[in-house]
């Protein structure tokens, strides 16, 4: 009798584990396009003016790390930065948080039961802790300047290391080379 409940108990944490390694291999990025776009006509972009709370232009030190890796990305595809005010194809807007969360997590404990301990029984005595993280969101527009369309859109969204906030320039620069990865375009003609 406990052979086949040992059995059963290791089969749902086998389940279990499966559904949890499932879960996490996840790509936390998407991304979307206006397929009605003509990709090739654009060869130029600048970023779209951010303004402080009192409505003066400024640029924070994440807005800062992203335009350096945005501008990266889309060099790396053949656009090209035009200054602040010029005229350009593509206008890149960009928005970026990180929030605190929380998240119950529950694991089986070992049941003492005599003089040994025997496997743990997944659905009984339960070990259940809360743990907090950080979630950070990122999302990248591409909008058609003449038209004032977004042609592109990228949307990220993870849990933020200790490592991360450390050092945020790398973390910024992999996360947008991650989401850009998703980005199937040129530019000009050759798309």
């Not at 749902?12 to 499932?22: E, M």
């Not at 972009?45 to 951010?50: C, H, K, L, Q, S």
């Not at 350096?68 to 206008?91: C, F, H, N, P, W």
């Amino acid at each position: 009798m406990f052979k086949r409940i040992k059995a059963v108990a290791l089969v749902l944490a086998a389940l279990a584990g499966a559904s949890l390694v499932a879960g996490c291999a996840v790509n936390p990025v998407t991304s979307d396009y206006d397929s009605s776009a003509d990709f090739t006509n654009y060869r130029s972009f600048n970023f779209v003016a951010r303004q402080s709370a009192d409505g003066e232009p400024y640029k924070s030190l994440l807005d800062k790390r992203l335009e350096a890796a945005i501008t990266s990305e889309m060099q790396a595809r053949g656009y090209k930065l035009v200054e602040a005010g010029a005229a350009a194809d593509l206008a890149v807007d960009y928005h970026a948080h990180v929030e605190d969360k929380q998240k119950i997590v529950s694991s089986p404990e070992p049941v003492h039961w005599g003089r040994s301990w025997y496997d743990p029984w997944p659905a009984y005595n339960n070990n259940v802790r809360t743990v907090d993280y950080k979630q950070g969101t990122l999302i990248i527009n591409l909008v058609d300047a003449a038209s004032k369309q977004m042609v592109w859109q990228g949307t990220m969204q993870g849990t933020v290391k200790r490592s991360d906030l450390e050092n945020p320039s790398a973390a910024v620069a992999a996360a947008v080379a991650k989401m850009f990865n998703e980005y199937p375009f040129r530019a000009g003609p050759g798309n």
